[in-house]
Protein backbone atom coordinates (compact mmCIF):
# COMPACT_ATOMS: atom_id res chain seq x y z
CA UNK A 1 0.00 0.00 0.00
CA UNK A 2 2.94 2.42 0.63
CA UNK A 3 4.81 1.74 -2.75
CA UNK A 4 1.34 2.51 -4.35
CA UNK A 5 1.21 5.66 -2.29
CA UNK A 6 4.54 6.49 -3.34
CA UNK A 7 4.15 5.65 -6.81
CA UNK A 8 0.78 8.18 -6.88
CA UNK A 9 2.84 10.98 -5.31
CA UNK A 10 5.79 10.85 -7.92
CA UNK A 11 3.19 10.14 -10.74
CA UNK A 12 1.60 13.61 -9.97
CA UNK A 13 5.64 15.51 -9.53
CA UNK A 14 6.07 14.42 -12.73
CA UNK A 15 2.66 15.38 -14.60
CA UNK A 16 2.46 18.84 -12.50
CA UNK A 17 6.31 19.61 -13.69
CA UNK A 18 5.37 18.75 -16.88
CA UNK A 19 1.86 21.61 -16.35
CA UNK A 20 4.41 24.01 -14.78
CA UNK A 21 6.79 24.70 -18.17
CA UNK A 22 6.22 28.32 -18.36
CA UNK A 23 4.70 29.48 -21.63
CA UNK A 24 6.02 33.07 -23.05
CA UNK A 25 3.88 36.09 -23.97
CA UNK A 26 3.41 37.52 -26.56
CA UNK A 27 5.60 38.94 -28.48
CA UNK A 28 8.34 36.07 -27.08
CA UNK A 29 11.70 37.56 -26.01
CA UNK A 30 13.87 38.63 -28.81
CA UNK A 31 17.39 40.77 -29.74
CA UNK A 32 14.73 43.28 -31.28
CA UNK A 33 12.17 42.84 -27.89
CA UNK A 34 14.12 42.07 -25.05
CA UNK A 35 12.33 41.67 -21.71
CA UNK A 36 12.87 44.56 -19.89
CA UNK A 37 13.59 44.59 -16.18
CA UNK A 38 14.79 47.03 -13.35
CA UNK A 39 15.66 45.58 -10.22
CA UNK A 40 16.59 47.88 -6.81
CA UNK A 41 18.85 47.42 -4.42
CA UNK A 42 18.35 49.07 -1.46
CA UNK A 43 20.04 47.22 1.23
CA UNK A 44 23.61 46.74 2.66
CA UNK A 45 23.02 43.16 3.79
CA UNK A 46 25.66 40.76 2.12
CA UNK A 47 22.32 37.92 1.65
CA UNK A 48 20.03 40.28 0.16
CA UNK A 49 22.24 41.62 -2.09
CA UNK A 50 23.34 38.27 -3.61
CA UNK A 51 19.67 37.22 -3.60
CA UNK A 52 18.98 40.07 -6.04
CA UNK A 53 22.47 39.33 -7.96
CA UNK A 54 21.51 35.54 -8.13
CA UNK A 55 17.79 36.07 -8.76
CA UNK A 56 19.32 38.65 -12.32
CA UNK A 57 21.31 35.38 -12.95
CA UNK A 58 18.46 33.22 -13.41
CA UNK A 59 16.56 35.57 -15.11
CA UNK A 60 19.66 35.83 -18.12
CA UNK A 61 19.78 31.86 -17.70
CA UNK A 62 16.25 31.95 -18.78
CA UNK A 63 15.84 34.46 -21.34
CA UNK A 64 19.63 34.18 -22.64
CA UNK A 65 21.10 37.88 -22.03
CA UNK A 66 20.73 38.89 -25.45
CA UNK A 67 16.82 39.01 -25.02
CA UNK A 68 17.04 41.21 -21.86
CA UNK A 69 17.34 44.37 -20.42
CA UNK A 70 18.12 44.39 -16.97
CA UNK A 71 18.71 47.60 -15.00
CA UNK A 72 19.55 47.66 -11.21
CA UNK A 73 18.78 51.01 -9.13
CA UNK A 74 20.88 51.10 -6.04
CA UNK A 75 19.93 53.37 -3.42
CA UNK A 76 19.92 53.98 0.33
CA UNK A 77 22.02 51.62 1.95
CA UNK A 78 22.51 49.66 -1.11
CA UNK A 79 24.71 51.99 -2.67
CA UNK A 80 27.17 50.27 -0.48
CA UNK A 81 27.15 47.02 -2.75
CA UNK A 82 28.82 49.46 -5.28
CA UNK A 83 31.83 50.29 -3.59
CA UNK A 84 35.26 49.67 -5.46
CA UNK A 85 36.39 48.72 -1.56
CA UNK A 86 33.02 46.77 -0.69
CA UNK A 87 32.84 42.77 -0.30
CA UNK A 88 35.12 41.23 -2.76
CA UNK A 89 32.46 38.66 -3.69
CA UNK A 90 29.46 40.94 -4.57
CA UNK A 91 31.77 43.39 -6.75
CA UNK A 92 32.74 40.55 -8.47
CA UNK A 93 29.25 39.47 -9.23
CA UNK A 94 28.66 42.76 -10.20
CA UNK A 95 31.32 43.08 -12.69
CA UNK A 96 30.43 39.80 -13.80
CA UNK A 97 26.71 40.80 -14.56
CA UNK A 98 28.16 43.87 -16.17
CA UNK A 99 29.99 42.34 -19.21
CA UNK A 100 26.36 41.02 -19.92
CA UNK A 101 25.31 44.87 -20.39
CA UNK A 102 23.80 44.78 -16.89
CA UNK A 103 23.32 48.53 -16.35
CA UNK A 104 23.74 49.77 -12.43
CA UNK A 105 22.28 53.05 -11.65
CA UNK A 106 23.66 54.39 -8.34
CA UNK A 107 21.01 57.00 -6.34
CA UNK A 108 22.40 60.54 -6.30
CA UNK A 109 20.76 61.15 -3.19
CA UNK A 110 21.47 58.31 -1.02
CA UNK A 111 25.20 58.91 -2.54
CA UNK A 112 24.89 62.50 -0.99
CA UNK A 113 23.19 61.27 2.27
CA UNK A 114 25.69 58.89 2.92
CA UNK A 115 28.40 61.03 1.58
CA UNK A 116 30.17 58.60 -0.58
CA UNK A 117 31.97 60.64 -3.89
CA UNK A 118 31.62 58.82 -7.38
CA UNK A 119 35.31 57.99 -7.56
CA UNK A 120 34.69 55.68 -4.57
CA UNK A 121 32.37 53.53 -6.34
CA UNK A 122 33.09 50.64 -9.32
CA UNK A 123 33.43 51.83 -12.92
CA UNK A 124 30.87 52.14 -15.28
CA UNK A 125 28.39 53.01 -13.12
CA UNK A 126 25.30 54.96 -14.57
CA UNK A 127 24.03 58.06 -12.08
CA UNK A 128 20.55 59.05 -11.48
CA UNK A 129 19.46 61.57 -9.42
CA UNK A 130 17.08 59.76 -7.75
CA UNK A 131 16.97 56.12 -7.35
CA UNK A 132 12.93 55.89 -6.83
CA UNK A 133 12.18 58.45 -9.79
CA UNK A 134 14.68 56.06 -11.95
CA UNK A 135 12.51 52.78 -11.15
CA UNK A 136 9.45 54.85 -11.69
CA UNK A 137 10.24 56.20 -15.10
CA UNK A 138 11.76 52.86 -15.88
CA UNK A 139 8.22 51.41 -15.31
CA UNK A 140 6.74 53.97 -17.56
CA UNK A 141 8.85 53.01 -20.24
CA UNK A 142 7.70 49.52 -20.11
CA UNK A 143 10.21 47.82 -17.27
CA UNK A 144 8.99 45.17 -14.96
CA UNK A 145 10.22 46.18 -11.26
CA UNK A 146 11.10 43.37 -8.94
CA UNK A 147 12.04 43.93 -5.50
CA UNK A 148 13.04 41.11 -3.83
Known sequence: MRSLLTLCVMILALMSGLAAETEFAKPKPAIDNPRKIVFSIDSADKKEVNHVLSTINNVMKYYRPEN??????????????????GDKEIRTRIEALMTYDVEFIACGNSMRTLKIDKKALLDDIVYATAGIVEIIERQLRGFVYIKL
Open 68 to 85: TEIVVVAYSQGIKALLKN
